[in-house]
């Protein structure tokens, strides 16, 4: 019973760079999400999608991030021409159904360490 | 503001001396407060979810109770493969937003 799998788990990229997170969902969850967590600092909600749509991106920056989570394969994060101040641990979760008020437990992968030289 | 703070941010424990960690929130409309527990270099591991005030959940060690306005991680005789960070975090809206406390670590010598 594989749980939520990210990959690649350590990725260093050169500052300009693009870098793409990939999160495969525990099986029958339909729902994802990605957080952020930088050094010395908590975990941070970035956006929530359900397969083919955007449900929430407040958390996302403004401008270089995107995320999907098409039809057919993984969840893609992907931010373009890095800057040192991305270097952060990125976090994957997925979720059955978070509408509901119970049975809504939402598990988390180990994560993807994006360092930026 | 929505607001979830965790206390204390770092404590130390014999092995066998119990205690408890804190989780204050301010939020409205909360559908849900989740435990989890974050080794370094890994992902949250999920510990419990909790629904309504009163609602209480027991895993070995660990026991999770909640109030209307904070939740407790009670740890009773710990063990040093209990040291960690724990991270509490509240679900709130119709959504599957979570907005986690800065964490608790916790370690355990023996």
Redesign the interface.
């Known amino acids: 019973n594989a749980g939520?799998m990210?990959n690649p788990r350590h990725l260093v990229r050169r500052r300009g760079q693009e870098a793409r997170l990939r999160c495969s969902p525990m099986k029958g969850h339909s729902?994802v999400?990605w957080?952020r967590q930088l050094p010395e600092?908590?975990?941070?909600?970035m956006v929530?999608l359900q397969k083919e749509n955007i449900?929430?991106e407040?958390?996302m920056p403004k401008e270089r991030f995107s995320a999907e989570f098409p039809k057919e394969g993984p969840s893609i994060l992907r931010i373009q021409q890095v800057v040192r101040g991305d270097s952060a641990a990125y976090?994957c979760?997925s979720?059955p159904n978070?509408?509901r008020?119970?049975g809504?437990?939402?598990?988390?992968?180990?994560?993807s360490?994006l360092t930026v030289v | 503001e929505d607001q979830v703070t965790q206390s204390p941010e770092a404590l130390r424990l014999q092995e066998g001396e119990s205690s408890s960690l804190n989780c204050s929130y301010t939020v409205s409309g909360l559908r849900g407060l989740f435990w989890y527990r974050q080794d370094p270099g890994k992902g949250p591991e999920f510990l419990f979810t909790l629904y309504s005030a009163g609602e209480e959940k027991e895993k070995e060690r660990l026991k999770a109770t909640l109030t209307k306005k904070e939740s407790f991680l009670h740890i009773t005789a710990p063990k040093p493969e209990d040291s960690a960070t724990y991270l509490c975090a509240v679900h709130y809206n119709q959504g599957g937003k979570l907005i986690f406390g800065q964490g608790t670590e916790l370690s355990v010598k023996p």
Do not use: C, R
């Not at chain 1, 600092?41 to 909600?45: D, V």
């Open positions: 939520v990210q729902h999400y957080y600092e908590g975990l941070k909600f929530y449900i929430d407040s958390g976090f979760a979720s978070p509408g008020s119970s809504n437990t939402i598990y988390f992968g180990e994560g360490w």
